[in-house]
C-alpha cells in the first residue's frame, strides 16, 4: 500500500496539459477494445484521466520506479484488468507492446510519454532529487539498481565532470564546478550530500550568474540526474521502438521538459514525417513515402490557463504523431550508437552501470 504521504502527493498532483493529451490520442482509441501504453506511469495521472474517458480502454502503465508502480497500481485498482502495470524502462516499449497486442502483431493503438521526474520523486527528501530537500545524492528512479550521483562524483575524473554538467545541464560554469569539486575530494571532503553540493555550487559561479536564472545549482542537480539515468540513451532507444509499436493511424504523445529530451523527439518525427524519393522525382515510390504524419505544429507549449493552475508546466513541449504506414514495411530507426556513453571513471570501482538494466516486471 502507498505511504499517506504519497496517496497525498497523488491527490495534490495534477498532469501536465491532461485533456489536449486524451484529445490527441483519441482518434486511435476509438476501436471496440483499444489499448494504451503509459510509458510514464508516474501516480497515474495520465491513466486515470484516460481510463476514465475511454469506457473499454486497457492501460499498460510502465514506470522503472518501483514506488510510482506501487502508488499508481493501488489507484487504479479501481479499473480492475482494464490497468496493470510492469516495472521496467520504457525502452522496452516493444516488448510491452507484444505482450499487450489485441492485434496478435506486436501493435497496440496509443502510446503516451510524459517524461523527467514525477513531484513525488522531487518531494520524496530521500531521493535526493532536489536542491532544495537536503538528502544523499542518490537521484536513482529505481534504487534498487545503478550507480548513485554519489558514486559518480566520487569516481568520475574532471573532464568528464564537466562534460556531464555542459552537456546534461547546458552549465556555462561547468568547468569551474567541476574543479571545486574534484579540489574538495582530493582535500577529503568530498560533497555528501544534496546541500553540500547546492552550496558547492553556488560558491562556484560568479555573483553576478547567482542573481538571475533560478537557483544556480538546478542546472547541475538536472544534469547529475540525467547521467545517473542515462535518460538520453534510453529516450533515444524508446521513441522509436515506440514508434514501431503503434498500428497504422496509432499514436504517439510525447510530453518533454528540457530541450535535450524534446530534440530526440523531434528528430524521430522528423525522419518520419521526410519523404525519402531522391530529389527530382517525379512522383514518391511508396516505399519512399512518409510512415508519420505529424499530430501537433511544432511542439505546442502550455497556455496561459494551464501555466496559472499547473506551474510544473512551464517548461513542457508537446508533440504527437500517427503511423501512416505498418512498422513492417517502414521501421522507424534505432540510433546508431548510444547517444549517452555513460560517466568516464578517475578509478575503477568493480561497478559495471551497463548490466543492471531493470527488467522485472509486475503483471497483474
Ligand atoms: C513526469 S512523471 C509522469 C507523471 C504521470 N504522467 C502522472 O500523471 O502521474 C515521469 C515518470 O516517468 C518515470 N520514468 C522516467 N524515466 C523512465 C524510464 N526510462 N523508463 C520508465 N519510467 C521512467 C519516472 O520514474 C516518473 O515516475
Redesign the pocket.
Known amino acids: 500500500m502507498p505511504r499517506r504521504h504519497e496517496s497525498d502527493a497523488a491527490q495534490r498532483?495534477t498532469?501536465v496539459l491532461l485533456q489536449r493529451c486524451l484529445d490527441l490520442l483519441a482518434p486511435a482509441l476509438e476501436s471496440d477494445h483499444p489499448v494504451l501504453i503509459d510509458?510514464?506511469?508516474?501516480?497515474?495521472?495520465?491513466s486515470e484521466g484516460a481510463l476514465t474517458r475511454f469506457e473499454t480502454l486497457t492501460v499498460i502503465g510502465?514506470?522503472?520506479?518501483p514506488e510510482?508502480i506501487a502508488l499508481a497500481s493501488a489507484r487504479l485498482a479501481p479499473f480492475g484488468d482494464r490497468f496493470r502495470a510492469v516495472h521496467?524502462?520504457?525502452?522496452h516499449v516493444d516488448e510491452v507492446a507484444r505482450d499487450a497486442s489485441p492485434y496478435g502483431d506486436g501493435t497496440v493503438d496509443a502510446i503516451l510519454m510524459?517524461?523527467?521526474?514525477?513531484s513525488l520523486?522531487l518531494d520524496d527528501a530521500g531521493r535526493g532529487f532536489s536542491y532544495s530537500r537536503p538528502a544523499p545524492l542518490d537521484m536513482r528512479?529505481d534504487q534498487s539498481v545503478g550507480t548513485t550521483a554519489q558514486q559518480l562524483l566520487d569516481t568520475a575524473d574532471e573532464r568528464e565532470i564537466t562534460r556531464i554538467l555542459r552537456t546534461y545541464g547546458e552549465e556555462r560554469f561547468a568547468p569551474r564546478i567541476a574543479a571545486a569539486l574534484v579540489r574538495r575530494r582530493e582535500a577529503g571532503r568530498p560533497v555528501r550530500e544534496t546541500a553540500d553540493l547546492a552550496e558547492l555550487v553556488r560558491e562556484s559561479v560568479p555573483a553576478a550568474a547567482r542573481r538571475t536564472g533560478g537557483h544556480p545549482a538546478k542546472r547541475t542537480f538536472q544534469a547529475l540526474r540525467i547521467a545517473v539515468?542515462a535518460?538520453l540513451e534510453?529516450?533515444g532507444r524508446?521513441v522509436p521502438r515506440a514508434l514501431n509499436s503503434i498500428r497504422v493511424g496509432g499514436r504517439l504523445v510525447v510530453e518533454s521538459y528540457q530541450s535535450l529530451e524534446d530534440r530526440i523527439v523531434k528528430q524521430a518525427i522528423a525522419v518520419g514525417t521526410t519523404t525519402r524519393a531522391p530529389e527530382g522525382l517525379p512522383f514518391v515510390p511508396d516505399d519512399a513515402a512518409p510512415y508519420l504524419a505529424a499530430v501537433t505544429h511544432g511542439a505546442e507549449k502550455a497556455d496561459d490557463d494551464e501555466l496559472a493552475s499547473n506551474p510544473r508546466s512551464a517548461p513542457v513541449r508537446l508533440r504527437a504523431a500517427i503511423r501512416l504506414r505498418p512498422a513492417a514495411d517502414a521501421p522507424a530507426p534505432e540510433p546508431e550508437r548510444a547517444a549517452d556513453p555513460g560517466p568516464r571513471r578517475s578509478r575503477p570501482t568493480g561497478t559495471d552501470r551497463t548490466s543492471k538494466t531493470t527488467r522485472g516486471r509486475r503483471k497483474r
Open positions: 498532483h498532469p510509458c510514464t506511469l508516474g501516480m497515474g495521472g495520465h510502465i514506470d522503472r520506479d510510482a521496467t524502462t520504457y525502452d510524459d517524461l523527467g521526474v514525477s520523486q528512479m539515468n535518460e534510453v529516450l524508446a
